[in-house]
Each structure stands twice: as structure tokens, then as C-alpha cells.
């Protein structure tokens, strides 16, 4: 079962008192003091998790947006729901930002021009990944953190819209 960044959080702030104990009771050792948990985050200052997302391909221009997580904020158009999403998807021993495998078998459907790269901390791991829609693991790759990219990308501005149904009279 994978463990995400609540349970992780409750497991640290468990394990540093029994941590302290068993340092504290080494033969010829100084008594621990009392230490607190590692905190999971933070706000710009505390160097929490914060990430700088560039988008192009998307409309004219580029985007950039700042985002900063636990609490929400930064220049991000809806930094809370990109912070949710990010922390549903975080798995202890999984980098939520690895790229495509080389040997991956994926499907050659092109899913828009947009790239995005993305740079910054998040649970304490540096991120340095590019994402595009180029193949099907590329979009799936891209869809499993969409929120990070700002504006949804259904269809590409190029894309054709969903048939209309037509009908015939008389037959």
C-alpha cells in the first residue's frame, strides 16, 4: 500500500520521540533532548514545496506560474487544486516527476502541442522535468498532474470539435 504525505507526516512525528529514547539510552551517551517532528512542507520561507511551472504551445506566449504548497499560494491561477492534485499523487519511494521509461511501449496518439516544464522542491526532492503530449504515455504523464499547467487541455486549439449530429427528415 502506498503511503502518502499524511501518513508519511504521522509516521515521522511517531518514530522521532522513539528515535530520541533510543539515543538518549546508548551507554555513555548524553540524554537526547525532546525533538520535533520534520515538518512536510512549508510556505515560501520554510522552503517547503515550491515549484516554477513554464508552459508554451498552449495559445500565444508563454505562461509562468510560481507554486507554492502547504499552504497554497504563489502566482498560480488555482494553486490549491494543483496542491491537492500534487499531494493525491505523491508516493513514498516514487518520483512523482520521473520521466517517460526509454523501453516504454506507447501509443502513437498525438496529444497537442503544449510543453510545460517544471523546476523547483517538492517533498523535499528537487524537480528538474519536461512534459509534452506527444504520445499516449506523454498525456497520461501529463494528465496524472494537469492541474499544475494551469488551464485545462482538453483539445488543442487545433483540434477538431466533437461532431454534431445530424439527422435526415423523411426517411
Not at 497520461?140 to 483539445?155: C, D, H, I, T
Request: net charge positive; with cysteine.
Amino acid at each position: 500500500m502506498p503511503l502518502r504525505r499524511p501518513a508519511l507526516a504521522a509516521a515521522v512525528a511517531a518514530a522521532v520521540p522513539l528515535l530520541a529514547l533510543l539515543a538518549g539510552s546508548t551507554a555513555g551517551a548524553v540524554p537526547a533532548a525532546p525533538v520535533a517532528p520534520i515538518p512536510l512542507g512549508g510556505g515560501p520561507d520554510a522552503g517547503g514545496d515550491h515549484l516554477r511551472i513554464t508552459v508554451t504551445g498552449a495559445g500565444p506566449g508563454t505562461r509562468t506560474y510560481e507554486l507554492h504548497c502547504h499552504p497554497a499560494g504563489g502566482t498560480h491561477p488555482h494553486a490549491q487544486e494543483a496542491c491537492d492534485q500534487l499531494d493525491q499523487q505523491t508516493r513514498w519511494g516514487k518520483d512523482l516527476f520521473a520521466p517517460v521509461p526509454k523501453n516504454q511501449m506507447c501509443t502513437m496518439l498525438y496529444g497537442g502541442p503544449e510543453r510545460a516544464h517544471v523546476s523547483g522542491t517538492w517533498a523535499g526532492r528537487p524537480v528538474n522535468a519536461d512534459f509534452k503530449r506527444t504520445d499516449g504515455c506523454e498525456t497520461a504523464r501529463w494528465n496524472k498532474v494537469s492541474k499544475l499547467f494551469g488551464e485545462p487541455f482538453g483539445q488543442s486549439k487545433g483540434s477538431p470539435k466533437k461532431p454534431q449530429a445530424h439527422t435526415r427528415h423523411g426517411w
